[in-house]
């Protein structure tokens, strides 16, 4: 009987204590698990706390969104405002500039009472001006390739086109105004050259076309043409060892040949590593070259040069284009001091010009910009003699 009673003892105590270790087990897991809870409800709460910071974010950057739509359109008003401005401004100015004639560099009895002083101290020339300002601009068609050049001959009112920036073909037009209500090229007088333009430096004076030719494996020549005949007048072997650009935003130009008052000028580079454009005063029936200069003028970011009254106008620009203007000019008779050198801002319209070539007759410059012919009347004043 005894052992009996003492394996059931032994049983309950066995039972009893297993209770006890379940029901711990269960207290330790109910706590965890409320933990768990407490845990998600704070996140829970922090989710809702971001999420509502976050729609009060988009709803400020929707005002915020808004409210730059609306200043972009009030700008873009405003601009398209000024733009009507400065169009009917320019029409006006284009008007009061068929009522009044173009200024003659010099007139006769301002060369009288100059020839003393201005002869003897050039013994060249009378032409005593430098450009002020640009007066008016006239946006005259759009016709060819990107890059191009077009000028007109100061002898007779003949245009001549050269199209991209190279080719052995010339468009001549009649006038200014055959060229603009022409369509296109068609209805011009289509001139072959005996061999290729290369760039866009090329001159047209009085009855002559003066071109670059540019071959691989020779030398850079300078051709007169004589456009009467139809024939080559004379050639000449180009002053430099290389074939570098003499504009470093027009790599095609090796050399850039311009016509003004005083005869023929030769823009070019001596070489890859000289940083300036040098200049060269051409004997235009003959092309010997009569004096050379450096005009201190850095071929870097340089976009074009023309050359006025014995001045030479560097105009530059940046590769990303934006408006082009005179930075560096160059008076070989010294008469140009820094204080009277203008600087000049071409008015922004579309690209940057592949070329400008300065008709001294008209007192103008023909430009093309990324395709686009464009007129710029110039205003004068006279030199300072020093």
């Not at 996140?43 to 709803?59: M, V």
């Not at 401004?89 to 003393?116: F, I, W």
Request: hydrophobic share 35%; proline share 4%; net charge neutral.
């Amino acid at each position: 009987m005894k052992p009996v009673l003492v394996l059931l003892v032994s049983t309950a105590w066995t039972f009893t204590g297993a209770q006890y270790y379940y029901q711990g087990l269960m207290d330790y897991l109910e706590n965890r698990l409320l933990a768990i809870e407490d845990r998600m409800q704070f996140w829970h709460g922090q989710l809702h706390r971001y999420h509502t910071e976050l729609q009060d974010f988009k709803k400020v950057t929707a005002q915020a969104m808004d409210g730059l739509k609306n200043g972009h359109s009030m700008l873009f008003k405003d601009l398209e405002g000024a733009r009507l401005r400065v169009d009917r401004v320019e029409r006006e100015m284009d008007y009061v500039e068929t009522q009044t004639s173009p200024r003659a560099c010099a007139n006769k009895a301002d060369k009288v009472l100059e020839q003393g002083a201005w002869g003897k101290k050039t013994g060249r020339s009378y032409c005593i001006e430098i450009i002020s300002g640009i007066r008016s601009v006239k946006i005259l068609k759009r016709v060819g390739s990107p890059k191009g050049m077009w000028t007109r001959d100061p002898r007779s009112s003949k245009v001549y086109v050269f199209n991209g920036t190279t080719g052995d073909k010339v468009y001549q037009f009649n006038s200014v105004p055959d060229f603009s209500s022409s369509p296109g090229v068609s209805g011009s007088r289509q001139i072959k050259l005996p061999s290729d333009w290369s760039g866009l430096g090329s001159a047209v004076y009085n009855g002559y076309l003066y071109y670059i030719k540019q071959e691989a494996g020779m030398e850079v020549q300078v051709v007169k043409y004589d456009l009467l005949s139809g024939s080559v007048s004379d050639t000449a072997m180009f002053p430099v060892d290389s074939h570098a650009a003499v504009y470093n935003l027009n790599p095609e130009t090796v050399a850039d040949l311009a016509a003004d008052d005083e005869g023929l000028w030769l823009l070019y580079a001596t070489s890859d590593s000289e940083p300036n454009i040098n200049l060269a005063k051409m004997d235009p029936a003959t092309l010997d070259i009569e004096q050379i200069w450096d005009t201190r003028c850095p071929r870097e970011n340089a976009e074009v040069a023309f050359v006025v009254c014995g001045t030479v106008y560097v105009v530059y620009n940046t590769r990303l284009t934006s408006r082009s203007r005179v930075e560096c000019v160059f008076d070989v008779n010294d008469m140009v001091i820094s204080e009277e050198a203008p600087l000049l801002y071409f008015p922004r319209r579309y690209g940057a010009h592949a070329s400008l070539k300065y008709n001294p007759e008209e007192k103008q410059l023909y430009g093309w910009d990324d395709g686009y012919q464009i007129i710029y009347r110039l205003t004068m004043k006279r030199k300072l003699l020093v």
